[in-house]
């Protein structure tokens, strides 16, 4: 695996704990911020995408769908999706 040096500015008290954590486990500092960003690399992903994409439907660039279009497409009917429906 290739890697490559990323330089992170951090808040003084951040640092303090990263490099406390690190002394206390023998670990590397940079092991730490990997392990975190390997954490939450997917929920970022996500959730920057979802504000992306509402910025895009904001700006005309993007259009929106019908949520009646969406349901139909999907199989579903209204009362399924109200929770009015029997479920099998």
């Known amino acids: 695996m290739s890697t490559n040096v990323l ?15 690190a002394e206390a486990t023998g670990r590397s500092a940079a092991f730490y911020v990997k392990v975190a960003l390997e954490d939450r690399m997917d929920d970022l992903e996500w959730a920057y995408g979802i504000a992306a ?36």
Do not use: C, Q, W
């Open 7 to 21: 330089s992170v500015r951090l808040p003084a008290e951040m640092r303090a704990r990263l490099d406390a954590l």
């Open 53 to 88: 994409k509402a910025e895009n439907l904001r700006a005309g660039r993007r259009v929106a769908r019908p949520i009646d279009d969406l349901i139909s497409e999907l199989g579903f009917t209204p009362d399924e999706l109200s929770g009015d429906g029997e479920r099998e």
